[in-house]
């Protein structure tokens, strides 16, 4: 199954550090990908290939996998991390699937 | 500086047709795959096309196939986007975006987006 399961959303206060999850039979086999959306932008790539941060990226964002569940967690939460977060998966041969999305309020 | 820049994107009625555009510029256009994601203003992501560097290779969503098509003109670096038989559930914003394949794959940029509206 390509479908891809967040929370609709998770708050945090300042400082605090956030988790967001998301599960799919296809992160069994397949790397996640994470990224964020901010309100009125286009999307930014924030974690790849499970736990890697592309350059530029806060070292604050991390990932993690385990089995069919993943996690994008924010450590140290500040107000510009407030936000929209996908996780997302793709195949070899180029198609991606989106989960719904998570939105992060900051508190 | 890398730079996708997209266009097309109007009101039109059910059952028309438009083409998108990205132009990209800041980058070696030919080395890289391009996707198309729409988004339903206050909605999510989903993806809806891919092309490969040299354009042999085309994916869709299953909402789509049959009636989008991707391409590319490499000497142009543009990517598009032609739409047909439009739907009410069409309509979104519609993002290009880069993907990165070697030595890892990763989406790294993504253009401002160009609205599609579906309506009578």
């Known amino acids: 199954s390509l479908e891809l399961t967040q929370p609709p959303s998770v708050s945090v206060s300042p400082g605090q550090t956030a988790r967001i999850t998301c599960s799919g039979d296809?992160?069994?086999?397949?790397?996640a990908y994470w990224c964020q959306q901010r309100p009125g932008q286009a999307p930014v790539m924030v974690i790849y290939k499970d736990i890697e941060r592309p350059s530029g990226i806060p070292e604050r964002f991390s990932g993690s996998s385990s089995g069919t569940i993943v996690a994008l967690t924010i450590s140290g939460v500040q107000a510009e991390d407030e936000a929209d977060y996908y996780c997302?998966?793709?195949?070899?041969?180029?198609?991606?699937?989106f989960g719904g999305g998570t939105k992060l309020a900051v508190l | 500086e890398v730079l996708l820049v997209e266009s097309g994107g109007r009101l039109v009625q059910p059952g028309g047709s438009l083409r998108l555009s990205c132009a990209a510029s800041g980058f070696t256009f030919r080395g890289y795959w391009f996707h198309w994601v729409r988004q339903v203003p206050g909605k999510g992501l989903v993806w809806v096309s891919h092309i490969n560097s040299d354009g042999s290779e085309t994916n869709y969503a299953e909402n789509v196939r049959g009636r989008f098509t991707i391409s590319r003109d490499n000497d142009k670096n543009t990517v598009f986007l032609q739409i047909n038989s439009l739907r009410a559930e069409d309509t979104g914003v519609y993002y290009c975006a880069r993907e990165v394949v070697f030595p890892d794959r990763m989406i790294d940029y993504w253009g401002q987006g160009t609205l599609v509206t579906v309506s009578s």
């Open positions: 997302l998966s793709t195949d070899s041969r180029g198609t991606w699937v």
């Open positions: 296809v992160f069994a086999k397949r790397y």
